[in-house]
């Protein structure tokens, strides 16, 4: 099991430009959240989805948005890309969410760059 | 609003040294907390949560409501613990993560 798996691993856009980044979770999860982390920062949460559902979300304009699939996998858009959005953004999967119980497992993060 | 600071953004102590590293919180409700680190080039993994009580890799941190603080500690610091180690508070009624700032463990010879 390679575990959570990010593609691109790197992305470089110019602003008011669309990014598609994607995720697939840890083999027998089947939930996904996703997290923007600009230099220097902690991990922000933006959402998470369940049985292809957005369950949770954080202080994300709607310019974020996300789908999950029937296979759990995931995909994260940012719409009229600002320089703002630069940052590693990290995916993370769990089964049936996440709580005090069960553990959140991250990819290696997609580097996006918006010049 | 839940919130979750760690003062240090650089931490350097001596191979042998204790160690702690700060975490306090803010949040209305029951806290679960959690530790995660992250090594070199390495990707985001979970370290210790508060609800296991267990220690990890030398690892203890005890929750104190009364001070809001959850900090790690180890009472003898080894090179391998060199990394860089966020607090984070679960929210949301559960699936949201608030993570810290981090702080930057470097542990010297």
């Known amino acids: 099991d390679a575990g959570v798996t990010q593609s691109p691993t790197h992305l470089i856009k110019t602003r008011g430009q669309q990014v598609t980044l994607r995720c697939s979770p840890k083999?027998?999860?089947?939930?996904v959240s996703w997290y923007q982390q600009a230099l220097g920062q902690g991990p922000q949460f933006i959402f998470q989805?369940?049985?292809?559902?957005?369950?949770q979300r954080g202080n994300f304009p709607d310019r974020f948005s996300g789908h999950q699939f029937p296979n759990y996998s995931s995909e994260l858009n940012v719409n009229a890309l600002l320089l703002g959005d630069s940052a590693l953004y990290l995916c993370?999967?769990?089964?049936?969410?996440?709580?005090?119980?069960?553990?959140?497992?991250f990819g290696p993060g997609t580097r996006l760059t918006v010049l | 609003a839940q919130r979750v600071t760690q003062p240090e953004k650089l931490l350097s102590v001596f191979k042998g040294a204790p160690v702690e590293l700060k975490c306090n919180y803010s949040?209305?409700?029951?806290?679960?907390l959690f530790w995660y680190v992250q090594y070199s080039r390495q990707r985001l993994q979970l370290l210790l949560r508060?609800?296991s009580r267990e220690s990890i890799k030398g690892f203890t941190a005890d929750l104190n409501k009364g001070e809001t603080s959850f900090h790690l500690k180890k009472p003898f610091a080894q090179e391998e613990d060199s990394a860089m180690y966020y607090c984070?508070?679960?929210?949301?009624?559960?699936?949201?993560?608030?993570f810290g700032t981090g702080t930057q463990l470097k542990v010297e010879l």
């Open positions: 508060h609800i």
């Open positions: 989805y369940y049985e292809e559902e957005e369950r």
């Open positions: 984070a508070l679960l929210t949301g009624g559960g699936n949201k993560l608030t």
């Open positions: 083999s027998g999860h089947d939930t």
């Open positions: 949040y209305s409700g029951s806290p679960e």
């Open positions: 993370a999967s769990s089964l049936e969410g996440v709580s005090a119980y069960n553990e959140q497992f």
